[in-house]
């Protein structure tokens, strides 16, 4: 059963298309990463400010290795934390085993 990640970022004004930016490079560095099983990210219908990015890991400890990666870091610490207005991330695990 996958540790399962949702985060939802809602760009600054203006930023939506740098975070969109930075979404698409750091998409598929992630879904290289060893204890990933999903990455999938998506822009709101409504709000193009708004991002939902779907995660799944083998388990906790590989999700805690993607925000330790070299591209998080340089990409989401380093850049587009910075350009957010708001940053929700919440964590799953299987209800039953």
């Given at each position: 059963?996958?540790?399962?990640?949702?985060?939802?970022?809602?760009?600054?004004?203006?930023?939506?298309?740098?975070?969109?930016?930075?979404?698409?490079?750091?998409?598929?560095?992630?879904?290289?990463?060893?204890?990933?099983?999903?990455?999938?990210?998506?822009?709101?219908?409504d709000d193009p400010?708004?991002?939902?990015i779907y995660e799944?890991?083998?388990?906790?400890?590989?999700?805690?290795?993607?925000?330790?990666?070299?591209?998080?870091?340089?990409y989401v610490v380093?850049?587009?934390?910075?350009?957010?207005?708001?940053?929700?991330?919440?964590?799953?695990?299987?209800?039953?085993?």
């Amino acid at each position: 059963m996958a540790y399962v990640v949702q985060a939802v970022w809602t760009a600054r004004d203006g930023e939506e298309s740098a975070v969109a930016d930075i979404v698409r490079i750091i998409t598929p560095l992630s879904r290289q990463e060893p204890g990933n099983l999903g990455y999938q990210a998506h822009v709101s219908t409504d709000d193009p400010r708004r991002f939902m990015i779907y995660e799944q890991y083998v388990d906790a400890a590989a999700f805690e290795a993607h925000r330790a990666s070299a591209h998080f870091q340089k990409y989401v610490v380093g850049d587009c934390l910075a350009r957010l207005a708001s940053r929700e991330v919440v964590a799953y695990e299987p209800l039953d085993p």
